[in-house]
């Protein structure tokens, strides 16, 4: 009996989980989709907001921040820097390094296009009732504490 418990527990949890992981998903890409640039990858993307939140990084500090190789983190960094959204300049400790930081130009695609998520959201938001605003707030700040462990 206790078994049986544990597996109708165990599948429970698995249920939760598939439906939890295709909101958060659907969400995700409907979200990505409100860009302020829309030839920008999500991973570009991602660098300028890392650069944006964190400041300048050495582009092997950045590409371990992003869980990508540094070759790969290259062709990014080029990529930006072409467009104008992001700079090289030599490290003041130690001239050997580089440092990658956001330029104005960057810093308007990120605010931008977190505005523009902000406001699909609010539009998405504002049909809901006062409970399900408050629901969301309350899972919001549940998965945030569980990333963040």
Do not use: Y
């Not at 659907?26 to 890392?50: C, E, H, N, W, Y």
């Not at 990084?57 to 590409?63: D, F, G, I, K, P």
């Not at 809901?128 to 990333?147: F, N």
Request: proline share 2%; glycine share 4%.
């Amino acid at each position: 009996m206790v078994d049986m418990a544990k597996q109708s527990a165990s599948t429970k949890l698995s249920s939760d989980a598939s439906e939890i992981r295709a909101a958060v998903f659907r969400l995700s890409r409907r979200l990505k989709q409100q860009r302020a640039v829309s030839d920008m990858t999500d991973g570009q993307f991602a660098v300028l907001v890392a650069l944006k939140v964190h400041g300048p990084h050495t582009l092997s500090a950045l590409a371990e921040r992003e869980g990508i190789t540094a070759p790969s983190m290259n062709r990014t960094v080029n990529c930006l820097e072409e467009l104008g959204h992001l700079s090289r300049t030599e490290n003041g400790d130690d001239r050997r390094k580089v440092d990658i930081q956001i330029t104005e130009s960057g810093r308007r695609v990120v605010e931008e296009t977190a505005r523009r998520r902000d406001e699909w959201l609010s539009k998405v938001l504002a049909d809901l009732s006062p409970e399900d605003r408050q629901t969301l707030r309350s899972a919001a700040a549940i998965i945030m504490r569980e990333v963040e462990r």
